[in-house]
């Protein structure tokens, strides 16, 4: 069974993995065969890339793919696939939270706008997009929403919001050497100088954008510059010095190919140029062939722009039917288009080149027209600088809440702070409290066991004097008097005498306390055992010589030896034991001795103690030691002492 | 043996030392001089030592000190300031003391010539002490004598190295031969000038002749089997 699962898993884990490189395989050719194609074939090809890419389930990947998809959705003006790749973007945003994911997001709210018209919106959007993007100080997405901003705001004849969005963009730009983008902020910047009456400023501008371009080595935007330039000397009536510069966009290897609309852009101008020189004879036919390419390319915005050219080079000729038709068509495409300066032009010409009430008629469209413009404008210029001052202001009161909500942070955190210290030092305390309880516990132990050592050791004191006494004067008159009664030949009180004597040193000797000053308590030990020892009643120690004996308490070793004394004295005395075995063991904490003897024994339920086994016992505990006498009536006895050394 | 001995017998009891002038009054060529304390006993040895120096002095172990001003407050105390200043003159202990710690603490660390016990000293045995003495000999009371014996017997019972040479003594003809079978407690072996040394011990503390005389004393005593 397990084996089986185990397989499942591995087939799973390798299908899995597999088929995920197959997606990611999958992704990166449809990724290429759309880099080849141009327009709007791209987009099904994208889409398939998204399609693989989300099954892939790489986050990485399906960012890129939706990014190009929604971007060249803009580009072909495909509103419900820029909506669909939005939407996966904002799929992912709310998936992993990032910020990047979320100025894409705005960004792409922004596109949906601008295709739809939404002027205001779009900007709003952008605004947005920026915003997040100067959070995560993403300088390359900033720059270039800016610079969408800024064509935006020209587009919308804001020229100085333009002007001030395109100089804004280089500063993001600059420093991160975008040349790519850089080419465009210099290239709108030469449009804005242009429209703001500066032709100098536009013509340093270009100049710079066509620095940038040699480095990008970007065709396309050199067929631009180009003509932005060829406009600009048109615009300054150097037609001679315009022509030039359309012929140099004209002449571009492959143009007719791959940049079919620029090349109309720039014939039509050049055909301009040429009018304007009076160079009529090759006019018509190169904007015949404009009309031709813009038709073809769908272009109406454009192609209305071609046919006012055409009716106006009609009027010129007094040609006013024709130039009517013209005039009519353009109408027709720029209204379609919103192209609201052709559409103007082509009511101003239509008012002109016609007659009574129908003349009247197209002024006063022209006029409703204009004054509607005129006003759209300005309510869009006013909308910009609402959105921008809202921003602003909103990007104020966030760096309000943001330092109130620091402020505030900053005072919960002190606040956490004070409660943990409140707490440590609660906890400190308490623990200081408990410490010093054990403390004084343990030095009142201490002090206790010191006293009772002191009150031992006066005890022991007192009956050295006593022993003293009786020895040196009772002993000593006894031996005096018995001197005498032996020199008095009265033998027999002598000998009674004698044993009084003797029991009086006997009772000095047991009263006598030890001391280990003079003779070591290893040398005690032994003494004491060959008091007792004989060859019938055999003693045996050990574990007397490994030990150092110096450092131990005198209280303890006394204690000891009385136990010795006690237990030895005990076995001879009613044991009847002919060996008896002491030994001692010396550890960390404790003191054992253990004295054993091959006696009788006794009953330990029935036997009272004996005075000399309850004096010890007492002496014992007073060391709050332990004292076990372990018997049986044949079997011997055992007597266990263990002596805590520390209290 | 010179003419006359001369001896200095120190104890606080005036009693006593009447008791045992009685016996040595017996003995004859004695020049007998008596004090009741050690620092007097002390300054007159010290004294007479240039021109009539004392050969024996006997004194007690307890003396009552009644003076505060007492520097020698005990026989041991004379015995060591003797010994100290290096006087020519012989030791002998006549005391009650016959606790062996007392006793063992007096010979150990004193080296008296003599130890007699004032309970069971007769004429006779101070006379052979003092001949003892006066020879350069050592003169226990028998007490005392069986007392260290036993004491010996106990400690060569808990030497292990002393019961293992014992053991082995009579497997080997040469003491040399004993290298290698006697081991310490650790393991390590015991030299053979170390097993000599013991050996020595061994025989003065069991009061043998010769080797083999201290195996058989050995299990006499019940030290090996």
Redesign the interface.
């Known amino acids: 069974m397990n084996k089986i699962s185990f397989f499942f898993l591995l087939f799973l884990i390798t299908s899995i993995s597999f088929s995920q490189s197959k997606d990611v395989d999958s992704v990166s050719y449809y990724l290429k065969k759309a880099d080849k194609i141009y327009g709007s074939k791209k987009l099904p090809l994208l889409k398939k890339a998204v399609f693989f890419a989300d099954k892939s389930n790489l986050d990485s990947l399906i960012k890129d793919t939706n990014i190009k998809l929604g971007v060249e959705s803009f580009y072909n003006k495909a509103l419900e696939n820029l909506k669909f790749s939005n939407k996966n973007i904002t799929k992912l945003y709310i998936k992993n939270k990032d910020s990047s994911l979320l100025a894409k997001k705005l960004h792409f709210k922004a596109l949906e706008n601008k295709i739809l018209l939404n002027i205001d919106s779009a900007y709003f959007y952008y605004y947005q997009s920026i915003n997040i993007s100067k959070k995560i100080k993403d300088s390359l997405a900033i720059g270039r929403r800016l610079l969408s901003v800024g064509f935006l705001q020209k587009d919308a004849q804001d020229y100085l919001g333009s002007e001030i969005s395109f100089i804004e963009a280089l500063k993001y730009l600059d420093p991160i050497k975008s040349n790519m983008y850089l080419e465009r902020v210099y290239n709108g910047l030469g449009l804005v100088s242009e429209e703001i009456n500066q032709p100098k400023e536009a013509l340093k501008y270009y100049k710079k954008s066509l620095k940038y371009n040699t480095i990008n080595k970007n065709n396309l935007g050199y067929l631009y510059i180009i003509n932005n330039l060829g406009l600009l000397y048109q615009n300054q009536k150097d037609y001679k010095k315009s022509i030039l510069y359309f012929k140099k966009g004209l002449f571009q290897d492959s143009i007719k190919k791959k940049y079919f609309s620029q090349y109309a852009m720039l014939l039509e101008n050049l055909a301009f140029s040429n009018y304007k020189l009076n160079k009529k004879d090759s006019v018509l036919h190169q904007y015949s062939h404009v009309l031709n390419i813009r038709k073809k390319l769908k272009e109406f915005g454009k192609l209305s722009a071609t046919l006012i050219n055409i009716s106006n080079y009609y009027k010129d000729l007094k040609q006013n039917k024709k130039a009517i038709f013209y005039s009519d068509e353009a109408l027709k495409y720029a209204k379609q288009t919103h192209n609201n300066k052709k559409w103007l032009e082509a009511l101003e010409n239509l008012s002109q080149l016609t007659k009574g009430e129908k003349s009247k008629q197209y002024l006063r469209e022209y006029i409703t027209l204009n004054d509607s413009l005129f006003q759209k404008e300005r309510q869009l210029k006013n909308q910009f600088a609402k959105i921008r001052y809202e921003t602003d202001k909103k990007e104020k009161e966030n760096t309000v809440l943001k330092t109130d909500n620091e402020k505030k942070q900053a005072e919960i955190a002190y606040e956490k702070q004070q409660k943990l210290i409140g707490w440590l030092v609660a906890a400190s305390g308490i623990s200081l409290f408990v410490l010093s309880i054990m403390f004084f516990v343990q030095r009142r132990r201490k002090l206790l066991f010191q006293a009772q050592l002191q009150r031992v050791q006066a005890r022991e004191h007192e009956r050295q004097q006593i022993a003293?006494s009786l020895?040196?004067e009772v002993?000593?008159d006894l031996?005096?008097l018995h001197?005498k009664l032996e020199k008095s030949n009265l033998l027999e009180e002598a000998q009674k005498l004698d044993t009084v004597?003797d029991n009086v040193?006997n009772l000095s000797?047991q009263l006598?306390s030890v001391s280990f000053d003079?003779?070591s308590f290893k040398?005690?030990i032994?003494?004491?055992?060959?008091?007792y020892?004989e060859?019938d009643f055999?003693?045996?120690?050990?574990g007397?010589?490994e030990y150092e004996w110096q450092t131990i308490n005198d209280a303890i070793k006394r204690l000891l030896y009385l136990s010795t004394r006690e237990s030895i004295q005990n076995s001879k005395k009613y044991a009847e034991a002919s060996k008896l075995t002491i030994d001692f063991t010396l550890e960390k904490k404790y003191v054992h001795l253990n004295i054993t003897d091959n006696g009788i024994g006794f009953d330990t339920n029935i036997s009272k103690k004996g005075i000399g086994l309850q004096n010890l016992q007492e002496r014992v505990e007073e060391l709050n030691g332990t004292l076990q006498i372990d018997s049986e009536v044949g079997n011997g006895t055992k007597t266990n002492i263990q002596i805590p050394l520390n209290a | 043996m010179p003419e006359q001995t001369k001896i200095l017998l120190v104890d606080d009891?005036q009693?006593?030392i009447e008791?045992i002038l009685s016996f040595l009054k017996d003995i004859d060529n004695l020049e007998i001089e008596t004090v009741n304390s050690c620092d007097e006993a002390f300054s007159k040895i010290k004294t007479s030592a240039l021109d009539n120096p004392f050969h024996i002095v006997f004194t007690d172990l307890?003396f009552?000190n009644n003076n505060d001003n007492v520097v020698l407050d005990g026989g041991e105390a004379l015995i060591k300031a003797i010994q100290k200043e290096e006087i020519d003159i012989k030791t002998g202990v006549i005391t009650?003391h016959s606790?062996?710690?007392r006793v063992?603490?007096v010979i150990?660390n004193l080296n008296p010539s003599a130890y007699i016990l004032?309970?069971n000293c007769s004429t006779d045995e101070l006379t052979f002490a003092i001949q003892k003495m006066l020879k350069g000999e050592v003169y226990y009371t028998h007490e005392i004598h069986q007392?260290l014996l036993?004491?010996a017997?106990?400690?060569i019972?808990?030497d292990e190295v002393a019961i293992q040479i014992l053991k082995e003594l009579p497997k080997h003809a040469k003491i040399s031969n004993l290298e290698g079978s006697v081991k310490k407690r650790d393991g390590s072996l015991v030299k053979v000038r170390a097993i000599e040394s013991k050996l020595a011990k061994l025989r003065t503390d069991l009061q043998a002749n010769n080797n083999t005389d201290l195996v058989l004393k050995a299990k006499e005593?019940?030290i090996i089997d």
């Open positions: 003293k020895h040196d002993a000593g031996r005096l001197q004597k040193r000797h006598s003079k003779v040398d005690q032994i003494n004491l055992v060959s008091d020892f060859l055999r003693i045996t120690v050990t007397l010589q | 009891h009693l006593i008791g307890s009552d009650g606790e062996i710690n063992f603490n150990n004032k309970g007392k036993k004491r017997l106990v400690e019972q808990m005593l019940g």
